[in-house]
């Protein structure tokens, strides 16, 4: 069955100053919700989905910065979700050149496009935490 990326939450930084992301997957993208994902912006309040649609949770740990929705003060959620914009992109601001491939990862998209993406990086998401 496959899997859709519904919410990327940044869980903070591990002793080695390595950012720690939870890329949350269910199998549908019907109806997710959560708290104040209508927030506008977001402004780091939005939390992750409501538990009932969390199917799956991998880990990212790396030194790749991401900038989530949750913490947008131009976006809420709902935009993520819309595809105006995405759950979570690579954060450029401290490049000395623009990336060849930027990565961003939008709603909806498949664990497997997921894996594909950060593969490309040499990043692989870890700890699965499959619910029943």
């Known amino acids: ?38 927030t506008f912006p977001a402004s780091g309040r939005p939390e992750p989905p409501h538990d009932i649609f969390i199917k799956k949770a991998l880990v990212l740990k790396s030194d790749l910065k991401l900038d989530v929705i949750q913490n947008s003060d131009t976006f809420a959620v709902w935009d993520a979700l819309d595809g ?23 709603f909806g998209e498949t664990l497997e496009e997921i894996k594909n993406k950060l593969y490309e990086k040499d990043l692989v998401l870890e700890n699965e935490k499959e619910k029943k």
């Not at 899997?3 to 950012?19: E, R």
């Not at 601001?93 to 939008?106: L, S």
């Open 84 to 106: 105006v914009v995405a759950l979570a992109w690579e954060n450029v601001n401290d490049y000395d050149t623009y990336p060849e491939h930027r990565m961003c990862f939008q």
């Open 1 to 38: 069955m496959k899997q859709y990326l519904i919410y990327v939450n940044y869980v903070g930084k591990d002793y080695k100053g390595n950012h720690i992301y939870e890329f949350l997957f269910s199998d549908s993208t019907e109806k997710i919700d959560g708290e104040n994902w209508d």
